[in-house]
């Protein structure tokens, strides 16, 4: 998509000619960063134009709710109070990516440009945004359907009817359902026979060279590259160890050995196969977040067991705290390996440990001298202090369907830098997206430091309005 100067409102700050006109790369930016984004088009957005700050909270709205009266003839009408509701948003995303364009690529051309450095600098901000979008399919997992790695060609399309299912008792909307499925679980739907067929998807097969999939069983389907999934996690098997049969509903568990399953480490068990998190044990039994979704019986009930990990604050050169509202990486250690996607959330060190709020994804891991430091979805929900407990998620495939009212992304533009700063800083803002490109000249790299960013905040809007599908 190319967006014209009608389209696209500029903050210019510099107006030359030449390929160097900051506003133009702003325009240029954000239409690749709108192309290659999947999630961040499909949820709700809110933009104004009204510049602010990261950490700035705004108000958005969450849609009301009225119920339908009968009247009899001579009755008046029922009048009801406007039930939409004001929902804070922080402004705690604020990505970028920045590069040097040394002195000797000054003579490329702007296509040369967009090719070698505008294109893949908009598109890693495109991946980041849709990573922290996809991560919160896990504020979704209390309307989960299906198991963790127990999705195959024979049950994919019963699967998916018992997710409209889901979204059907919930209330959700039948219109405007989106569904955006792993790569793994692309495949199996790919293989339902439903897709064979032109009409059936609606768009005689282009759809499936794309993004989309098509629509299937009132969702509109779509693959994401950074949609959450895990192919391994460690974990402890540990056999038939429920004590006594369980029914459904159930938060607590009778095991045969309570010890086997610390607070804060994510378990599964056989039979039900979701993600739950261990937030009390008492001898025996433990109490788990998430209640059981079908009855499990003593013996078929094995219990996996997510390996932990451990904060290693103290071993994070340079960084002496990790505070409330902290969205930088986080230094891990222990016998527990992060994944990309995964689901984790943390708990005090020490006998007896307690759960801490919040459940994340990790939505970057890097590796430097074997130590692991991982990126959050969102900043901490709460302090995080040396050596507490890294609870890592199941391995599986966590596909999202939901409404566009479900989550929000609220955008804001940045401010352009002050005048005699030494940059030049040209916005864009169209479809309620904003994008600044602010160029400066860095001496010590003989070249310009160009930066693209964007500042944006998430919020779940309506959990009735999304479910997780697991798989």
């Known amino acids: 998509m190319k967006y014209t100067s009608s389209q696209v409102r500029f903050v210019a700050f510099d107006n030359s000619l030449d390929a160097w006109v900051p506003e133009v790369w702003a325009a240029e930016s954000l239409a690749i960063l709108e192309e290659n984004m999947v999630i961040g088009n499909l949820v709700y957005r809110e933009f104004s134009n009204q510049v602010q700050d990261y950490g700035d909270t705004v108000n958005s709205r969450r849609p009301s709710e009225y119920v339908a009266k009968r009247k009899g003839a001579n009755d008046d009408v029922t009048v009801q109070a406007s039930a ?55 504020q979704f997992l209390g309307n989960s359907v299906g198991q963790l790695e127990g999705l195959a060609v024979a049950n994919v ?13 919930n209330k959700c909307y039948e219109d405007g359902r989106n569904l955006i499925v792993t790569p793994g679980t692309k495949t199996d739907i790919l293989e339902l026979d439903l897709f064979n067929a032109a009409n059936t998807i609606g768009d005689n097969g282009t759809a499936l060279r794309k993004a989309s999939l098509g629509e299937l069983l009132n969702f509109n389907v779509l693959m994401a590259q950074n949609a959450p999934s895990v192919l391994a996690a460690a974990f402890t098997l540990n056999a038939d160890e429920l004590s006594a049969d369980e029914a459904a509903g159930q938060t607590v568990l009778s095991l045969d050995s309570g010890a086997v399953a610390p607070v804060c480490s994510y378990v599964t068990i056989e039979g039900d196969l979701q993600p739950m998190r261990v937030v009390a044990v008492n001898v025996n039994d433990i109490t788990v977040n998430r209640a059981l979704r079908t009855a499990v019986l003593a013996a078929a009930s094995d219990l996996n067991v997510v390996t932990m990990g451990e904060v290693d604050l103290a071993g994070h050169t340079g960084v002496s705290a990790y505070p409330a509202g902290y969205d930088k990486e986080i230094k891990v250690d222990g016998t527990g390996i992060p994944h990309v996607g995964q689901l984790v959330s943390f708990g005090t060190a020490g006998a007896p440990n307690v759960i801490k709020a919040g459940e994340y994804s990790i939505i970057d891991v890097t590796i430097s001298g074997g130590a692991y430091y991982i990126e959050l979805d969102r900043g901490l929900d709460v302090e995080l202090v040396n050596n507490d407990v890294v ?33 030049v800083s040209g916005i864009a803002d169209y479809n309620n997206l904003a994008m600044r490109v602010t160029i400066s000249y860095e001496g010590r790299g003989q070249g310009h430091l160009v930066t693209l960013d964007v500042l944006f905040g998430t919020k779940v809007l309506d959990t009735n309005l999304g479910a997780a599908f697991l798989a």
């Open 84 to 138: 939409a509701t004001n929902v804070a948003v922080v402004l705690n995303q604020h990505i970028h990516t920045s590069f040097i364009i040394k002195d000797s690529e000054q003579s490329l051309s702007f296509e040369d440009l967009i090719r070698v450095h505008i294109k893949p600098a908009a598109q890693s901000i495109a991946r980041k945004i849709d990573k922290i979008l996809m991560g919160q399919v896990y």
């Open 391 to 423: 609870g890592y998620g199941p391995a599986g495939a966590y596909n999202f369907a939901f409404h566009r009212d479900a989550l929000a992304m609220v955008v804001r533009p940045l401010a352009p830098p002050k005048p005699g700063a030494g940059a």
């Open 157 to 169: 399309k019963r699967r998916l009817l018992e997710l409209g299912q889901k979204m059907d008792e």
